[in-house]
């Protein structure tokens, strides 16, 4: 409840990023669009960001769509990926396939 009176600069990386997320849910959106979610995250709080995103794409059917620089994170939490080169897709399919592929 003290978080709702607080500056952005008052919370931590962690913080923001789920007033972020729960300010992006709020619409009920079909497809949520994260740009490097974790990048400015340790690692605790990366991976509780992303096992709440998880958790919420199986409980409301939300399609998350993950960009990152992170292969690792791409690996452990995505079913699809894309290979984007110069700003066009290179490669796509299974995301174990794609991560291969380089």
């Known amino acids: 409840a003290e978080t709702v009176?607080?500056?952005p600069h008052e919370l931590s990386g962690g913080q923001r990023q789920r007033v972020a997320l729960a300010r992006a849910l709020a619409a009920d959106p079909a497809v949520l669009v994260c740009d490097e979610v974790t990048s400015a995250l340790d690692a605790?709080?990366?991976q509780a960001l992303m096992e709440l995103l998880m958790r919420?794409?199986?409980e409301r059917g939300l399609a998350v769509v993950l960009v990152s620089h992170d292969l690792d994170l791409v690996?452990?939490?995505c079913d699809t990926a894309c290979s984007i080169d110069r700003g066009r897709i290179s490669w796509a399919g299974r995301?174990?396939?794609v991560l291969q592929r380089g």
């Open 5 to 7: 009176t607080r500056l």
């Open 44 to 46: 605790p709080t990366a």
């Open 56 to 58: 919420l794409r199986v």
């Open 75 to 77: 690996a452990r939490h």
């Open 95 to 97: 995301a174990g396939a």
